[in-house]
């Protein structure tokens, strides 16, 4: 199955290393002391990992393809000359490159 989280390693590197798991889920979960709560980060850290994974397997199931996209795709449809000023047009927003011709 894809998933868009543990098939992509730069969201897994923020998952595993990047955040503070520990203070993140002292503050969320109230220092564990909220009834039916979390009893200590290890577990608190195990169930947002795995709300993390399941969503990343419905992102990729069921609305994108199966495999994760570093950036979206960029088609340049055209350069155009408009004023002296030249333009790409990139999809169907225009940005002025600010070269003179």
């Known amino acids: 199955m894809a998933n868009f989280l543990t098939d992509n390693e730069d969201l897994l590197y923020y998952v595993e290393k990047g955040f503070d798991w520990d203070a993140i889920a002292s503050v969320t979960e109230r220092d564990f002391t909220l009834e039916g709560g979390h009893a200590n980060a290890e577990e608190a850290k195990a169930f947002y990992r795995s709300v993390l994974e399941m969503v990343g397997e419905f992102a990729a199931e069921e609305i994108g393809d199966d495999r994760p996209r570093r950036h ?21 927003r225009r940005f002025d490159v600010g070269a003179q011709w």
């Open 72 to 92: 979206p795709p960029v088609r340049r449809a055209r350069a155009i000359v408009d004023g002296g000023k030249r333009s790409e047009l990139v999809g169907r």
